[in-house]
């Protein structure tokens, strides 16, 4: 009997999730119906939206959506002033590195990992 494995990519701007069963590979398309999804999260009224909703909603609420984490994960603090730079929200970087978010009037600190597990669990429908 064979088993069934999964690979999840992260790029620098998208995410994709694909099955391997049966000796086929297929990409699984996300809840709009798309192979890759946008590696976007934004935080807007006590609500959080991953993907496509999110990356919409950027030019609006730029300050409280996060883009591109791949391009931080391993770096040093050194390396973050130009991440800094092209970030939309805030980045701090006393002590671990995190994003600081204010949403419905609060603020909010997510590190790297907290916003790919946001991602994931979008591709995985939970």
């Known amino acids: ?5 999964f690979g999840l990519h992260l790029g620098s ?3 994709c999730l694909a099955l391997h069963k049966e000796g086929k590979t297929e990409v699984i398309a ?4 798309d192979r890759v999804t946008p590696a976007v999260v934004a935080f807007t009224n006590n609500e959080i939206s991953v993907g496509l909703a999110a990356k919409q909603g950027l030019v609006r609420n730029a300050a409280s959506t996060v883009c591109n984490v791949k391009q931080v994960l391993g770096k040093d603090l050194q390396e973050m002033e130009q991440e800094m730079k092209n970030s939309g929200c805030k980045i701090i970087t006393e002590g671990e590195m995190k994003y ?4 419905d009037g609060k603020i909010y600190f997510y590190k790297p ?9 979008k591709m995985l429908g939970k």
């Open 100 to 103: 600081e978010i204010e949403n």
């Open 1 to 5: 009997m064979a088993g069934v494995c």
């Open 13 to 15: 701007t998208n995410i």
């Open 30 to 33: 996300n809840d709009a119906g």
């Open 113 to 121: 990992s907290d916003i790919l597990v946001l991602l994931f669990k």
